[in-house]
């Protein structure tokens, strides 16, 4: 680890970086995010089998709180031009004979 101090007027402190070599790059796993990217990737549907789907591989997660994350993200990713270097663009059409909204790309 470097040492960094900073000498300023009544005051002295000391920081510690780490060095950018010595730091092991750790391979993240897809998150929420991606797994909700991925669902509509696969053809979409209503938020409830979105959520399902997402569930299953995040069980430790409530369903509650999935819900949630999906319709911001749904939202979100209905306005963005481009997410992480892809260009998304979520599609809404009314489902027939229920309040709910079919979600795909």
Known sequence: MAKKTKITRNKITTTWKADKAKKAKVA??????????????????????????????????????????????????????????????VKREKQEGTRGLLYSL
């Open 28 to 89: 993240k796993a897809p998150g929420v995010i991606d797994t909700i990217v991925a669902v509509l990737k696969d053809g979409g549907g209503s938020l409830e089998t979105i959520v399902a789907k997402v569930q299953k591989k995040f069980p430790d997660r409530k369903a509650d709180g999935l819900a949630k994350t999906c319709r911001v993200q749904m939202n979100r990713l209905s306005k963005s031009k481009e997410e992480g270097g892809r260009s998304l663009k």
